[in-house]
């Protein structure tokens, strides 16, 4: 089993910043993909951006200039570095990770972001 275990959320204005972490732990050899996804009130659960061990990081296409995703593999962490942030950033955001490919993912508590303009 992995755990993960989200922090960084909170409460910011409009065009203001803010930084996203999740770290991994339990029976991990290495790690596949790590992402995150936000889903808003009235809204399916999105993906914002991931990156895949030695391949690639994509994201959502409205994010891809505002928001940076970021591994440290070695403390299996994840982070997500998101400026200039607007109203429909909003949302809960959850931390995604898998071990390798086409095996189960594994998925954070969720953390919210509130951004008011």
């Known amino acids: 089993q992995v755990q993960l275990v989200e922090s960084g959320g909170g409460k910011v204005q409009a065009w203001g910043s803010l930084s996203l972490s999740c770290e991994a732990s339990?029976?991990?050899?290495?790690?596949?993909?790590m992402g995150w996804y936000r889903q808003s009130l009235g809204k399916q659960r999105e993906l914002v951006a991931a990156?895949?061990?030695?391949?690639?990081?994509n994201y959502a296409d409205s994010e891809e200039s505002r928001f940076t995703i970021s591994r440290d593999n070695a403390k299996n962490t994840v982070y997500l570095q998101m400026n200039s942030l607007k109203d429909e950033d909003t949302g809960v955001y959850y931390c995604?990770?898998?071990?390798?490919?086409?095996?189960?993912?594994?998925w954070g508590q969720g953390t919210q972001v509130t951004v008011s303009s």
């Open positions: 339990g029976r991990i050899r290495s790690m596949y993909t």
């Open positions: 995604n990770v898998g071990l390798a490919p086409g095996f189960p993912r594994y």
């Open positions: 990156s895949t061990s030695g391949r690639s990081t």
